[in-house]
Each structure stands twice: as C-alpha cells, then as structure tokens.
C-alpha cells in the first residue's frame, strides 16, 4: 500500500518535535507544534534560545509565539496541547525549569507553572514532572543550563516525580526517587551510583504512569526497570528490569517495551563484587567478552515484551519474527490494536524505516525509508555543551558518541498519531534539513 506523505515544515530553519509519546496536532488538526532552530550539528548550549510556536501545516508555515532555552534534541521541549488553543512548553522560570503556557488565538504566552511538564492529562489540567537537570548530569535526555539541586544525593528522598494542578500552579511530590528505588528492592542497587527517572507515560484512562527507573551498574552499563504508580501516588510497582527501552501503554493493563527482561547476565550484573575497586577495570573487558561469546543466545536476546501491569510479573515476548530490532511505537488513540514504529538507521543504507504494525493480525506494513545523511557533530563547543555532565558517566561512553546523539543530526523519526488516529506526523533529516513530515492513513 502506498501511502501519502506530506511536508509539514520547510527551511531554511529546521523544525521538530520531538519524541514519540505525544499527540503533536491540536483537536482539530490544522496545527501541529514545534520548536524552530538555525543549527542541529551539535547538542544544545546552556541558555540557547529556540522558536516555540506551531505550524500551518497545510501551509508549511511556522508561527513562532515565544522562546525556550529548555530543549533537548531527541524529546523536543515536550510540548504538548492542552486544548485545541492552548498548549505548554518546558522553560527556565527563573532559577528552575518549569514550562509556559500559550494561546494560539491571542498569539502570545498566558501564564506559567513552576514545575516542569513531560506529560499531561487529556483534561489538559495535571501536568507530571521530573528533574531535568539530574537528567542532563547523569546522561540522560535533560537541560542544559541549570545545577541539579540534589546533586549530592544517589538516591533523593525529595526529588522525583512532580504532579502539578496547572490552573492553580500547585505541584506535589508524587513519588520520590527513594520510594522508587526501594520498591523491589532486590532488582534495584545502592552501590553509590545516582538514581533517575524518565520518560513518564500516562496510561489511556489516565490513571497510572508508566516511567523508567535508572542507573548505572559497576561494569558501565545501565540498569533499567520498568515502573508504574496512580496518578495520586498509590501501587508503586516494578513490572520489569534488565536492558529496557521504548515502549507504550497496549491498553490499561499492559505495556510494551523493547528489550531484554532478568535474564541470567542482568542477575550476574548486580553481583557486589562487581563494585569492588580491584574488579571494576576489568569489566569493560568481561562485558565485551561476553557479548561476544553470548551474542546469539536467546537468553539474552532482545524482544518486544508485553508486560502486565501487576504485582505478579508477567512478561511474554511477541512478534519475535516480525518486530527484529528496537523502535520508537505509539499505539493508534482510537484503535490500540495499531501502533506506527520506526526503526533505527540500517547499516548497509543509513536509512530508518516508518511502519505500522497490527497486534491482531501480528503484521507489519512498511510505509518508507528515510535517510538519515553523513554530517559530523561540530565538537569546537563540546566544552560548553557537555558542561555540567557528570565526569563518571562520561568515563564509559564516548564523547563523540554523546555528542552525537544528544545533538540533531541524530534525528530518530519519532512518529506520532492526531487524535483520531488519521494521521502520523514525525520528524526526518533526508531532504537536508531537519522538517515535520505527515502520513496521511
């Protein structure tokens, strides 16, 4: 089947929205945001301004209503509707990130909260927060710019998940990075190194939040688990960890995520003597040795997993034949038994490939590639914009490597669906320019 796909946005400037979680289009689907910028070919500077606004898309036309500094290229500024003439964007209020909110029909920012918003009601009156300046420290998909306030802290007992009420600007503690970390306690660790949290996802009643609990283990690598809690707080539970990435809610009671679940090598990762000094320069070795010798084992191959939100754990592998490597999938709003993917550049063409994939018939229908391009990352700032990240998670990744993918050029399709399921919008590199592109069902 052919599908039709149209430009959103054009250049010179670049334009993008961000990651693969959020319905991009206001209700009646005329505008889409996005965030405008000059240049891609490095990560974002400490108080580097970007376009904030909407397009036209039938038009290809940017309207630009504010500015941001809290951006980061793979999540955008996590802007999203929260009616069909309003939305809210992450920003620095003051010494703290928070977000601003818009109204696209005075054109102009109404109001701002004081905490920040990764995902927010359908209601459009909660918005669910994290630290994004732990983020940025500990590697992960943050701001630069500001100190983390619990930067002394492995596991804070005061930071973590914030819920704020947006019409009265009142924000609670939801759960703390403490609470989370002792919840399962055995597949979680105090070995020293710093506990975060990211990529909230509320579920399709709203009722609970799915995120992801991290940190990094003795040999380098990072532990992850799959976490889920009522939008007030209650049933904190751990559904799964080892090797987890992307992943969506497949309905109320189940999500579906890309990776490899407690397998024998995540047990034998978390072993203390792995945390003794005299072992750990030897871990890079090991690790390597044993991908190597383990590297086709279905023991520890990785998988789409379907994971029942419960206190039992339940993870069963699907579409082992069909779904062959990691994504970013967002389930149809209207029907959840559609989800649009994408996959990562292939070797031999540097392309991703845009699909969709039906859970009831376990089938997937290709919709096109799209080339990702060749250009380096600009290191002359990489002074300035690596700047604030913590010298121990820089010690196990490289810095062009970081750089890279914190950076543009790295532009994953990301896709996501309108609200009625008519409509797939994601950002692609392979005309020259970073642009919004739409895929019209």
């Known amino acids: 089947m052919k599908y039709e796909i149209i430009k959103a946005t054009s250049g010179p400037k670049h334009h993008l929205f961000g990651f693969h979680d959020i319905v991009a289009f206001n209700k009646s689907g005329d505008k889409i945001l996005s965030v405008e910028t000059d240049v891609i070919n490095r990560p974002p500077l ?11 898309w039938e038009e290809q036309r940017f309207i630009e209503l504010g500015k941001t500094v809290a951006l980061n290229y793979p999540q955008g500024a996590r802007q999203q509707w929260l009616s069909d003439t309003e939305f809210i964007v992450n920003n620095r209020i003051g010494n703290h990130w928070g977000a601003d909110i818009y109204d696209v029909t005075v054109g102009k920012k109404i109001g701002s909260i004081d905490n920040t918003a990764h995902c927010v009601t359908k209601d459009g009156k909660w918005a669910y927060g994290i630290n994004y300046a732990r983020l940025f420290r500990l590697g992960g998909y943050g701001y630069n710019g500001l100190p983390d306030k619990f930067i002394s802290e492995a596991i804070p007992l005061k930071d973590g998940i914030y819920k704020t009420e947006i019409a009265t600007n009142h924000s609670d503690l939801l759960v703390s990075i403490g609470d989370v970390a ?16 990211t990529h909230l996802l509320l579920s399709p009643n709203n009722k609970r939040i799915a995120f992801l609990h991290r940190f990094f283990l003795a040999d380098g690598g990072i532990r992850t688990r799959l976490m889920t809690v009522g939008t007030d707080g209650s049933d904190l539970r751990c559904l799964a960890y080892g090797f987890l990435s992307h992943y969506d809610w497949r309905d109320e009671n189940n999500i579906f995520i890309w990776g490899r679940a407690g397998s024998s090598i995540d047990v034998m990762r978390t072993n203390p003597l792995f945390s003794n000094p005299l072992v750990r320069p030897l871990l890079r070795g090991v690790k390597s040795l044993v991908r190597i010798v383990l590297g086709h084992s279905k023991s520890i191959s990785k998988h789409f997993l379907m994971v029942g939100d419960t206190d039992d754990k339940s993870i069963i592998p699907f579409a082992e034949d069909i779904l062959l490597e990691d994504g970013h999938p967002m389930c149809c709003p209207t029907n959840r038994n559609i989800m649009i993917c994408d996959t990562y550049p292939h070797k031999e063409t540097n392309t991703r490939t845009l699909f969709f994939y039906d859970f009831t018939k376990n089938a997937k229908n290709e919709i096109g590639e799209y080339y990702m391009g060749k250009e380096q990352v600009d290191m002359t700032l990489a002074e300035q914009f690596l700047a604030g990240i913590d010298e121990s998670v820089l010690s196990f990744v490289s810095i062009e490597q970081m ?11 990301h896709p996501r669906w309108d609200a009625y399921g008519k409509m797939v919008a994601f950002d692609s590199i392979h005309e020259g320019t970073r642009q919004i592109y739409i895929v019209k069902r």
């Open 46 to 56: 400490a108080n580097e301004e970007f376009g904030v606004g909407y397009a036209l």
């Open 182 to 197: 002792q919840c399962d306690a055995e597949t979680s660790a105090n070995n020293g190194s710093h506990h975060y949290v």
């Open 403 to 413: 750089s890279f993918t914190r950076s543009g050029l790295h532009c994953d399709l």
